[in-house]
């Protein structure tokens, strides 16, 4: 019997919420920590690949002591290597947008989180009650977006709601992981742009990477990737844009699938 070939897999992209990190877990299963360092111990750059702002990830304890080549953050839109005041790649929210939305949404009852690389915001007391991820949010006026770069806007509004908030927010794009809120990008953005340039900087191109994700914002990147997983807890529309559906991020998923592909013995 042949042996499987191993794929060309240079680089390894990770989700953090549903994926590294399973919800409401205090800490990275200790078979995700192995193959991490499996992978770097070969040579494959380890990276994440998160809708998180930079200014979250310190706090992360459960990322603490594990090692990572460099943070696709924001959704794509703000990548680094090792330090996030030194982003490879930045691409902020049009500013024309901006100038549009906040006087809409001083007349709208809608509660939004402004993210900046370091410093994340709400406009509406609201948005302290949703469950939002990350550390207790102050309340500011939202017109500080017109003078500072915002890279992302959490908007507490459910799908039904995207085309009526997007048309007062022209040049942008919704992607979700969270049915309590939608991640507004801008309409070139997402995980796939942040992809490119951390694989660019390798000499790699996308076929030589491979994705792990949960969540409705990670589809584009499962299909950018050379191979694209999806964890055994993702919903169906995340299944399905998938090469491979791995077991849950409870059940050993991610080390399961870089076996399967022999990436990892």
Known sequence: ??????????????????????????????????????????????????????????????LQGVEFDGFVTMNGQYCYDRTPAEPFYRRPLPPDAMQTLIPWLAGTPLAVAFVETDFVYVNDPAALDTGFCGPELPVLDPARALTRE??????????????????????????????DFADILPADGGKPAGLARALARRGLQAGQAIAF???????????????????????????????????ADTEGGIAAALRHFHILP
Not at 220 to 228: R, T, W
Request: net charge neutral.
């Open 150 to 179: 915002t890279y992302q806007l959490s908007a507490f509004i459910p799908p039904e709601w995207e085309a009526e908030f997007l048309a007062h927010c022209p040049g942008c794009k919704a992607v979700r992981w969270n049915r």
């Open 1 to 62: 019997m042949a042996t499987p070939t191993r794929p060309d897999i240079r680089a390894a992209f990770f989700d953090i919420d549903g994926t590294l990190l399973p919800f409401g877990a205090q800490q990275i299963p200790a078979d995700t920590r192995a193959a991490l360092a499996a992978l770097r111990r070969q040579g494959v750059g380890v990276y994440i690949a998160t809708g998180r702002p930079p200014v979250h990830l310190p706090a992360l304890k459960p």
């Open 213 to 247: 994700g949960d969540g409705d914002n990670d589809i584009s990147m499962l299909q950018y990737a050379g191979i694209g997983v999806a964890m055994g807890n993702a919903d169906a529309k995340v299944r399905a844009a998938a090469d491979y559906v791995t077991a």
